[in-house]
């Protein structure tokens, strides 16, 4: 969904981003200025980018967001919740904590987060000293970098959490969650795991610290699945 159709599509589930808390509004009648009157603030789209690979309990959304407060991911997740981004369920953890996860209109903003990260790729060629790094945000962008045309279902358990990969021809699911008969299972450290997106194949070079449950050639084929790329964890 574009941004330009957010405010249309807020208005079909009968949310007025006017009476959204305390935020301010534009004032302009243009869809982009709409659409920013609902997703402007700071955070808010990082949080959808953070969900985009399923629910989350508060504590993991607040641990995945480095310099955020408590305080202010608690306002950011009211303000998402009145706005029809987001939405609590209960027991979605093991320990039946409640969690939250995307509608169909906060999901629906996933074509504009990639459209954002890929016009800024070329401010990533060199990561800052204090710049956080995470696999999860990688595959988020593996989501949008997919080739096509491939068909595996991998595994990665990436510092113990794992995340499905279920390539088909025309799509990629990319989620958290374990993956059901996976012909490719990996294992390992989340910076080891996302250096074989980030540098490309090279079967001398595998990370040491990488534990390969499948052939070489399954783990071409997921590598090479995905277009290459800069820096993006």
Known sequence: MALTALLRESKVIGVNPDTMTDRRSYHEYCGLAKALDVVGE?????VVRNLLLGPLRYSDLLRGLPGIT????????????????????????AD??????????????????????????????????????????????????????????????????????????????????????????????????GALFLGGWDAAALPPDVQVDGTLYALRLLVDAFEPAVRES
């Open 42 to 46: 700071r955070w808010t789209l990082l």
């Open 96 to 193: 039946g904590a409640r969690a939250y996860r995307l509608t169909p209109l906060g999901a629906g903003l996933e074509p504009a987060i990639h459209a954002l990260g890929a016009w800024a790729a070329h401010r990533m060629a060199t990561p800052e000293p204090d710049d956080h790094r995470s696999v999860e945000w990688l595959l988020v962008a593996l989501r949008r970098r997919y080739r096509g045309g491939v068909r595996l279902r991998a595994e990665l358990v990436a510092d113990g959490v794992p995340y499905r990969l279920l390539l088909a021809d025309a799509a990629a699911e990319i989620a958290r969650g374990e993956t059901v008969r996976p012909e490719l299972r990996l294992r390992g450290e989340g910076a080891a795991i």
């Open 70 to 93: 408590t305080n202010l991911l608690a306002k950011r997740l009211r303000e998402m919740e009145a706005g029809g981004l987001v939405e609590r369920i209960g027991g979605a953890a």
